[in-house]
């Protein structure tokens, strides 16, 4: 859920910012370091306004 909102805010500020995730669980880290998409539901549907940014940097640790 973090990570979803970081990736939005910052593909929607100034059309792009670099950011690093730093995901938590097992089931986050292929979702942070390979989805890349971000959407947000609008009115009745979902995912209709989004965006894919790549992260600069996400940081996984295997011990997790």
Known sequence: MVCC????????Y?????????PTTLL???D???GGKS???AACTKN???AFP????????ILS
Not at 5 to 12: C, E, N, S, Y
Not at 54 to 61: D, E, F, K, M, T
């Open 48 to 50: 209709l306004l989004g």
């Open 54 to 61: 790549q992260p600069a940097l996400v940081c996984a640790s």
């Open 5 to 12: 909102l970081v990736t939005a805010a910052t593909a929607t």
């Open 14 to 22: 100034m059309r792009g910012v670099p950011y690093a995730l730093i």
């Open 39 to 41: 959407a947000i539901n």
């Open 28 to 30: 986050a880290q292929p």
């Open 32 to 34: 942070a370091a390979i």
